[in-house]
């Protein structure tokens, strides 16, 4: 059985900062790309940012300059470094990882974030 682990997540001031990590268990395959996903209450999920096994990366505009994706593909982990935290990023922050013969896609269950003085 395949399982994303998150970490990282917790409370803290705005101008902040904080590491994400999201690992992925079990017979996943070969991962094609990994990313990070928010929800905030009462928002639609919405990507943060991605990074592929090659390499390159995508960020949302709202983030580009502040969060920074990084992935090690060997270890089937990924991270998201987040700085100059506003409260707007305020959310549970999701691990998604694409993989396997049929690009299966697996979900890790939720790390929230909360950004608040």
């Known amino acids: 059985q395949v399982q994303l682990v998150e970490s990282g997540g917790g409370l803290v001031q705005p101008g902040g900062s904080l590491r994400l990590s999201c690992a992925a268990a079990g017979s996943i395959g070969t991962i094609y790309d990994m990313g990070w996903y928010r929800q905030a209450p009462g928002k639609q999920r919405e990507l943060v940012a991605a990074i592929t096994s090659g390499g390159s990366t995508n960020y949302a505009d709202s983030v580009k300059g502040r969060f920074t994706i990084s992935g090690d593909f060997a270890k089937n982990t990924v991270y998201l470094q987040m700085n100059s935290l506003k409260a707007e990023d305020t959310a549970v922050y999701y691990c998604?990882?694409?993989?396997?013969?049929?690009?299966?896609?697996?979900w890790g269950q939720g790390a929230q974030v909360t950004v608040s003085s």
């Open positions: 998604k990882a694409r993989a396997g013969a049929y690009v299966a896609a697996y």
